[in-house]
């Protein structure tokens, strides 16, 4: 069975960086599609950024367009978020989520939660104003 881990969630003031990582433990398929999503209390869930299994396309929400990029890592489907210039209406529960469905096809990005079976636990995100 699959699981996520996501690392690199924080405290830090208005303006600053994280960079988040999520990493696949346990059996390992071939490479798949790959999103963050995140939730801020009393707020639905919300799509924040995807890349497909090969990593040609990628995916943001327009709220962090030119401010959040998301890659793939050398290690297969590994998963990063680089955060820039980040705000306070940023602070949320970050979580990561994998599209294992062999019938996707490679340069498929899923922009629902509904196109992801898989997820991590979440990591906080805490932007001080």
């Known amino acids: 069975q699959v699981q996520l881990v996501e690392s690199g969630g924080g405290l830090v003031q208005a303006g600053g960086s994280l960079r988040l990582s999520c990493a696949p433990s346990g059996r390992i398929f071939s490479s798949y599609a790959m999103g963050w999503f995140r939730q801020a209390p009393g707020k639905e869930r919300e799509f924040v950024a995807g890349?497909?299994?090969?990593?040609?396309?990628?995916y943001y929400v327009d709220s962090v367009k030119g401010r959040f990029t998301i890659s793939r890592g050398n290690a297969k489907n590994t998963v990063y978020l680089q955060m820039n210039s980040l705000k306070p209406e940023d602070t949320a529960v970050y979580y990561c989520a994998a599209a294992v469905k062999p019938f996707l096809g490679p340069d498929f990005v899923g922009l629902d939660s509904q196109d992801y079976n898989y997820w991590g636990q979440g990591t906080q995100v805490t932007v001080s104003s």
């Open positions: 890349i497909s299994g090969n990593g040609g396309s990628t």
